[in-house]
């Protein structure tokens, strides 16, 4: 997934949380709302409480793959902030992925 397609700053994270629709799984939450910029762009948050560093860093690389397989970011309407949830450890990578495509269609995302 490229820079351009991240959500970075705070504040859009908390513009979009709280200005969004909520769809959840057990593996993700996921908050989206009409995109502001050329192309869709996606922000990864998970809790110190899953492991450490190296692991929170394992979690998002996975993440941001899947995403760049699943969603093709010029024609996708909507931002997103994807929250991983303490399920995705108990699940390998190809449960994961199918979850997180069902979560994109359920919120019109791909």
Excluded: W
């Excluded at 910029?37 to 948050?45: D, F, L, M, V």
């Excluded at 793959?65 to 093709?72: A, E, K, T, Y």
């Excluded at 929250?83 to 699940?91: D, E, P, Q, S």
């Amino acid at each position: 997934m490229k820079k351009k397609n991240r959500v970075r700053k705070s504040q859009e994270f908390q513009s979009l949380i709280h200005g969004g629709k909520k769809e959840a799984n057990m593996s993700f939450v996921l908050y989206h709302a009409q995109k502001k910029e050329e192309e869709a762009r996606i922000g990864i948050s998970l809790s110190k409480k899953i492991g450490c560093a190296v692991d929170r860093n394992h979690i998002k690389r996975q993440v941001r793959m899947m995403c760049q397989d699943l969603i093709d970011f010029s024609s996708c309407p909507q931002d997103a902030i994807l929250i991983v949830r303490f399920g995705y450890k108990n699940l390998d990578y190809e449960a994961n992925k199918k979850n997180l495509e069902k979560l994109f269609l359920k919120s019109t995302m791909k």
